[in-house]
């Protein structure tokens, strides 16, 4: 690959995804453009033509079994046809119940989708462990494991109670959207249409990949995915149009490498 490991490139995704070699990629956080939004950048005019193109690209980049995370508006992938490249394995839900509720003649849309896709039919990966969340009443569940019948064969006491905390399911409500006042934020002009939560990012790139890794993030904002990459000892391709924020998120990565314990 002629691409720079753990630099984030300046460029054009669509086209700078050709230098990526075929099924060399474990994990693709694709964060672009949801097609709702004024900004130069996210004036699509068909988001769901424009995401099966991203699919078809981008697909031939990861190794079997690798998972890419496609970031939308609910209808981001409806009525386009992804299955001759990816297998979808969930939509998650980013619940975010503290949205403007500023509709008037229908509902407030307050939740954006993470469609998990993987290649192949087996994740190569999924590390439940290092994403489990605390159950909200321990002992209540505790007990609720126990009385309640599976779902799938209806037999008692097969759900396990696990003291490290629970799968934490497709609905995410516990990751809130950064505001003006997050320590976490760069800069105001990256709030609401830029900037992820580091833990929103971490979950994917700690489930769905493993140290050493090579992670793939398409349109890196302000570095957010990068900043986690490094975090968590996983390599990243990345790319970015935006020079300007290219440059936030190398002084967020540098700042964050002084920080980083020493490795001996
Ligand atoms: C939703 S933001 C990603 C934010 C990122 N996850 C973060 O936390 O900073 C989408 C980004 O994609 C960039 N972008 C849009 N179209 C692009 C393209 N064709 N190639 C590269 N970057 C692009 C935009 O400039 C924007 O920064």
């Known amino acids: 690959m002629a691409l720079q ?3 984030i490139q300046v460029g054009d995704a669509l086209t700078l995804i050709d230098e990526v070699d075929d099924e060399s990629i474990d994990l693709i956080v694709c964060d672009g453009p949801y097609g709702v939004t004024q900004n130069e950048w996210d004036r699509i005019a068909d988001i769901q033509t424009y995401n099966l193109e991203l699919i078809r690209k981008f697909s031939s980049k990861l190794k079997d079994g690798g998972a890419l995370y496609l970031f939308g508006k609910p209808n981001c992938i409806d009525f386009i046809d992804y299955r001759p490249y990816l ?3 969930r939509k998650i839900v980013w619940y975010q119940p503290s949205r403007l509720a500023q509709g008037r003649i229908n509902y407030t849309n307050n939740y954006d989708i993470i469609c998990y896709f993987i290649k192949g039919d087996r994740p190569s990966c999924y590390n439940l462990d290092s994403i489990r969340v605390s159950q909200l009443v321990e002992l209540e569940h505790r007990l609720r494991c126990e009385r309640v019948p599976s779902v799938t064969n209806g037999k008692y006491g097969k759900t396990k109670f696990n003291g490290k905390g ?3 399911g497709d609905v995410w409500g ?11 934020l760069v800069c105001r002009d ?19 990949s493993n140290p050493g890794d090579l992670v793939l993030d398409p349109f890196a904002g302000v570095g957010t995915c990068p900043v986690v990459c490094q975090q968590h000892g996983r390599n990243f391709v990345a790319f970015e149009i935006n020079p300007e924020f ?6 967020r990565l540098e700042k964050q490498v002084k920080q980083l314990p020493l490795v001996v």
Do not use: F
């Not at 516990?174 to 976490?184: A, G, M």
């Open 166 to 168: 629970k799968n934490p």
């Open 87 to 89: 297998n979808l394995k």
């Open 174 to 184: 516990d990751i809130k959207q950064l505001t003006y006042k997050s320590k976490e």
């Open 246 to 251: 290219v440059n936030l998120a190398n002084a």
């Open 190 to 208: 990256a709030l609401n249409t830029i900037q992820k939560p580091e833990k929103l990012i971490e979950r994917l790139v700690l489930a769905s």
């Open 5 to 7: 490991r753990n630099v």
